[in-house]
Nanobody, 124 residues
């Protein structure tokens, strides 16, 4: 069982930056893939970025590539999503998710554990 808690969301102006955190607790934390997903009103849930705790492999959606960076501090059991050059279209509820395994899948259906979400709003 894995529990996930997101934090770091808030209101930021276009072009600004925000760092989200996903803190994991429970069992099997040394063998996880962690993904960040977002869902805006009227849109499907979108895979943003994901990372493997075992080999460091990462995935980025084209919409965030070059602006967002995912990283993991295994000692703290925490994954971060650094978001730079934020745009209004980045506005969404952001969720982190976990699965036992090595592959950082892009699809939300591959993940078993989910956090409660944190709101990110990008607006002037």
């Amino acid at each position: 069982q894995v529990q996930l808690v997101e934090s770091g969301g808030g209101l930021v102006q276009p072009g600004g930056s925000l760092r989200l955190s996903c803190a994991a607790s429970g069992s099997g934390l040394d063998y996880l893939a962690i993904g960040w997903f977002r869902q805006a009103p009227g849109k499907e849930r979108e895979g943003v970025s994901s990372i493997s705790t075992t080999d460091g492999s990462t995935y980025y959606a084209d919409s965030v590539k070059g602006r967002f960076t995912i990283s993991r501090d295994n000692a703290k059991n925490t994954v971060y999503l650094q978001m730079n050059s934020l745009k209004p279209e980045d506005t969404a509820v952001y969720y982190c998710a976990a699965r036992h395994g090595t592959i950082p899948y892009r699809e939300g259906k591959e993940y078993d554990y989910w956090g409660q979400g944190t709101q990110v709003t990008v607006s002037s």
